[in-house]
């Protein structure tokens, strides 16, 4: 699958507070959720963000809490794929679990700047920067959990792993 | 070569002799939690896969702490989500408002995690537990999910980093500041992925609350889980409210560990992480004159027995700066009620402190005692994020108790030197009981 979209550049250890704010966490509403994406940390971003977008952050992107609903709100606001030198476990998780592609690449976030057109090939992973004419190679996830994506997330994975066993005691 | 205790509990619960770090395994749990913020959505993902019972009534545990008593009708709306789940699913540990506390106080209280225990939870400082000698980690709601309808989880064996703390605490430090210098020297991905499992000769002056407190910031560094290994701090505390058996696991003398810290705990004095980030750590000597306008005491982190003690120490016969507001959140009924019987409670409405029932509310911005803009405070909780109390221009800085009440009565940033020497205390430390 292609993505194409503009480069939104981050530091480092952009937090899931600032992803989004505990004020809105009365929701799991996605397109609620969305609307105050990243507002505490520029204002700018949720006014200007466009679907296919791109995050682009440095290291430990996602740190702090458990809250699932950081990769649902970056999904909200139209994001098509975040990159980051590395993610905090928790949502590195959570974002495979809701089906919000991320790549790890530090050579990616070296070249890209703000603003750079960017594309990427998520079934392989290549991230090819439009404006600069470079490509990069994102780290591959571990088979396990390339998996879990080609299933449709987790709980698709489970609801297929139930149906095989259907008439064993957990199935009413 | 040896394993460490997490990779030991680890296998034990992968039902194999070792694993290694890097490798994926699927494990069984102990127990499952959720609170009213994650567990709506872990509810919502568990009717999605088409089974109609968790795997377990009996090893789920819900506690509507964040939000509640709830503070909004949205909120009113996610809390009854799993208050109908919880009834209809018939599970024995759902703590209703009135009888809950703060989570990671709550179960080691009632004696639901005990050492050896493999524990996930739909919350980030669900690794508070590894006090206890237990594995605990934080995941999402979708993760959670699959845990209550499968019993199993996935997990990286992490590598472990092993902190040995030497040395006698120095007057009025306790684990807030013993694991703020700590997450001061390695940052806040310092951990990231891995193991933080504490240890040394100073453990044994560390009081069990001291250690929750330890272990639940082990997560601002980015960690898996904290740990620490069983001992007679453990044992006091466990022996009282353990209602089943349990295991106990220790690290190999030839356990491999990727990094080891020596921490000389005498030469740390009380600890204060500055905005906006838990790792940009001072010692309380090196700060400039910062007037606050509001004190937290409470959380997860800081809102149990030994922390109050602290406070009340301070607070007695003192009064509240006239512009400072201090909030003082007992984390659970029983500690509520124990600082009752002891006088903490007189003491602390007297000094002028607003007391609430046991809530996470002010720590991530939910209600009771949000920052306006500009505002300052001084918490005892785990997080000084940008907005994370409040308005994005307020700013929050983290200290233990002995800070917090000291700063709430001369209305800047104080050192508990400042209200009491220590040389008058007694020598005995205050601890939990």
């Known amino acids: 699958m292609l993505v194409e979209g503009k480069a939104w550049k981050l530091g480092k250890n952009i937090n899931t507070d600032v992803i989004i704010s505990a004020r809105y966490l009365n929701t799991f509403d996605l397109t609620e959720l969305g609307k105050h994406c990243l507002e505490d ?23 702090g809490s458990s809250r699932e609903h950081a990769a649902l709100a970056i999904k909200g606001a139209g994001i098509s794929c975040v ?64 998996e879990i994506i080609n299933q449709g997330g987790l709980i698709k994975c489970l609801k297929n792993k139930f149906k095989a066993q259907e008439g064993e005691k957990c199935i009413e | 070569m040896g394993l460490t205790i997490t990779e030991k509990i680890l296998a034990s619960h992968a039902g194999t002799d070792k694993v290694k770090p890097g490798q994926i395994i699927n494990v069984k749990v102990d127990l499952v939690l959720a609170n009213d913020i994650t567990a709506p959505g872990a509810i919502k993902e568990f009717q999605k896969i088409g089974i109609k019972k968790v795997f377990n009534s009996e090893k789920i545990v819900i506690v509507p702490d964040h939000f509640t008593p709830n503070k909004d009708i949205a909120s009113a709306i996610q809390s009854k989500i799993l208050r109908d789940f919880a009834w209809e699913q018939n599970l024995k540990y759902y703590y209703e408002v009135g009888r809950m506390g703060i989570e990671h106080v709550l179960l080691p209280e009632e004696g639901l995690v005990l050492p050896g225990d493999l524990v996930i939870g739909a919350d980030s400082h669900t690794c508070t537990y590894g006090a206890l000698g237990a594995f605990s980690t934080g995941v999402g709601s979708t993760d959670l999910a699959a845990a209550m309808a499968t019993g199993e989880i996935w997990l990286k064996v992490p590598s472990s980093l092993l902190f040995i703390y030497k040395g006698k605490l120095a007057p009025w430090v306790t684990g807030k500041d013993i694991i703020l210098y700590t997450i001061g020297k390695i940052g806040v991905d310092g951990a990231n992925y891995k193991a933080m499992e504490f240890t040394g000769p100073a453990m044994s002056e560390i009081s069990m609350d001291s250690r929750f407190t330890i272990c639940n910031m082990a997560i601002e560094a980015g960690a898996k889980n904290g740990i620490i290994q069983f001992d007679q701090v453990t044992k006091g505390f466990v022996e009282p409210r353990a209602k089943r058996i349990f295991s106990l696991y220790q690290s190999d003398k030839d356990a491999e560990y990727e990094e080891v810290f020596e921490i000389n705990l005498s030469q740390i004095e009380p600890q204060v992480a500055l905005p906006h980030l838990p790792s940009n750590v001072r010692g309380i000597s090196e700060l400039p004159e910062i007037p606050i306008d509001q004190v937290v005491i409470g959380s997860c982190t800081n809102g149990r027995l030994e922390d109050l003690r602290i406070a009340a120490l301070i607070l007695k016969e003192n009064k509240v700066h006239p512009k400072v507001r201090l909030i003082i959140i007992p984390a659970t009924q029983g500690v509520y009620l124990q600082s009752l019987k002891e006088g903490l409670i007189e003491t602390f409405i007297k000094a002028g402190a607003a007391v609430s029932t046991p809530t996470c509310g002010p720590c991530l911005g939910g209600h009771m005692g949000i920052l306006g803009p500009g505002e300052k405070a001084v918490a005892t909780t785990n997080r000084n994020f940008i907005g994370r109390m409040g308005h994005k221009t307020s700013e929050v800085y983290l200290a233990g108790s002995a800070i917090a009440a000291a700063s709430a009565i001369t209305g800047k940033i104080s050192s508990p030197e400042e209200i009491i020497k220590s040389s008058d205390l007694p020598t005995q430390r205050i601890t939990s009981s």
């Open chain 1, 41 to 63: 940390l520029n204002e700018e971003f949720i006014k200007k963000v466009k679907p296919g977008d791109i995050i682009v952050a440095e290291e430990n992107f996602g740190c």
């Open chain 1, 83 to 146: 990159i980051a030198k590395s993610f905090a476990r928790i949502f590195f998780r959570n974002a495979i679990n809701v089906g919000l592609p991320i790549l790890e690449s530090s050579e990616a976030v070296d070249y890209i700047s703000n603003g750079d057109k960017i594309k990427i090939d998520l079934s392989n992973g290549k991230i090819i920067n439009l404006t600069n004419k470079k490509s990069f190679q994102a780290q591959p996830f571990p088979d396990f959990i390339k």
